[in-house]
Each structure stands twice: as C-alpha cells, then as structure tokens.
T-cell receptor, first 115, second 112 residues
Framework: AQSVTQLDSQVPVFEEAPVELRCNYS??????LFWYVQYPNQGLQLLLKYLSGSTLVKGINGFEAEFNKSQTSFHLRKPSVHISDTAEYFCAVSDGGTGGFKTIFGAGTRLFVKA | DVKVTQSSRYLVKRTGEKVFLECVQD?????MFWYRQDPGLGLRLIYFSYDVKMKEKGDIPEGYSVSREKKERFSLILESASTNQTSMYLC???????????FGNGTRLTVT
C-alpha cells in the first residue's frame, strides 16, 4: 500500500526567504502526486499536481515541485515566501484500489512565515 | 463551480449515539471519500466509493460504515460514537485519479 512521509512537521521561515517542504512516497508502478494547502480555518485546495511529463511542476502562488523517481520524492519549493503563505501543506499520492482509487495524504507540514 | 456540501459544520453527540454525517456533491463525480483530520496525523482515509452502492475500506474503517444510495450523496455513519471519534471529518469528491479532490468545509464532531 502507498504511504506518504512529510519529513518536517513544522517549518519556520522569515519572509522573502526560500523554503522547501519535503515529501517522500513509497514506490509504485505509476504514481500521481499532489500538493494541497490549507489556510487557517479554511478547506483544502489544490496547489499543484504531477501526472507525467516534465518533472518540474509549477502551481499557484509561485510554488513549484520536483518529481524525483529515483529518490521517490516530490518536494515543494518557493524561492521567496510571503506572510500570506502561512498555512498547512499536505502531500498526497493517488493509488489504485480493487475497484476505484484512493488518495493518501501525509501528516502535513505547518509553514510559519515570520516578518 | 464545483461544490461539496457537508450538512453540519459543528456537531456534538453523546457516547453510544448513532451519528450520520451527510455529504452531497453537484459535479456528477463517481468517486467520493471520507477522511478524518487530526493534528499531527494529517488526513486519514476512512472509506471511499467509486460508484453507487460500491464502497471500499480506507486505512481506518473501524467503528464506521458508509452508504452511497445515490451518486451525489455519500453518508458516513458512526454506529456507536466514542470519544476517540472526536475529530474533523472531511468529505471529498473527484472525477478520476488524475484529478484533484474537491473538499467540503468539514464537520467538527465532538463526542462527549
């Protein structure tokens, strides 16, 4: 069964600094990867996704992620963060079930952006 | 725009009660999901459904059951609520495995 590991539970960073949020997944023949963001007191929304093709994926709000098959990683990056990026970020993988499919989430990384 | 609606935002129930959490989507999606979200644990999949009357267990199905009688509606049932089921419950739907999940606003359930 698929699993997702987010290596950092909390990441504090100063405004305008770069940030990387790390995500590793267990290997599979085919894998579809997602990053979601949850702002305080809001629902989850899609940040970006990797299905196939270019390993560098660009998302909303200046975020990007790189798919690395050999390291089974899908790390999220932003070159310069803003206070408004303070949120919880979830890495997720889509995995086939016996009938349908399921999406498995990591435990989340809380990003704190400080002035 | 895509809409997933959960019937209650907050719910308080007593131990041993049978609890129904309702979720409706308006996108004609075949795939629907129930997760619970707890601090430090992320989202854990309880059950999912890929068609009417079709369901599969997720990673933490114990103490829960589901019902999918119509395509747009996916209900989560706590047969006998316990305090360790106090949590935020999130419903989601998706077109297919290549598409993102669309989430409802969540139901915060407290079992006393």
């Amino acid at each position: 069964a698929q699993s997702v590991t987010q290596l950092d539970s909390q990441v504090p960073v100063f405004e305008e600094a770069p940030v990387e949020l790390r995500c590793n997944y267990s290997s599979s023949v085919s894998v579809y990867l997602f990053w979601y963001v949850q702002y305080p007191n809001q629902g989850l929304q899609l940040l970006l996704k990797y299905l196939s093709g270019s390993t560098l994926v660009k998302g909303i709000n200046g975020f990007e992620a790189e798919f690395n098959k050999s390291q089974t990683s899908f790390h999220l990056r932003k070159p310069s963060v803003h206070i408004s990026d303070t949120a919880e970020y979830f890495c997720a993988v889509s995995d086939g079930g016996t009938g349908g499919f399921k999406t498995i989430f990591g435990a989340g990384t809380r990003l704190f952006v400080k002035a | 725009d895509v809409k997933v609606t959960q019937s209650s935002r907050y719910l308080v129930k007593r131990t041993g009660e049978k609890v129904f959490l309702e979720c409706v989507q308006d996108m004609d999606h075949e795939n629907m999901f129930w997760y619970r979200q707890d601090p430090g644990l992320g989202l854990r999949l309880i059950y999912f459904s890929y068609d009417v009357k079709m369901k599969e267990k997720g990673d933490i199905p114990e103490g829960y059951s589901v019902s999918r009688e119509k395509k747009e509606r996916f209900s989560l049932i706590l047969e006998s609520a316990s305090t360790n089921q106090t949590s935020m419950y999130l419903c989601a739907s998706s077109l297919d495995r290549y598409s993102p999940l669309h989430f409802g606003n969540g139901t915060r359930l407290t079992v006393t």
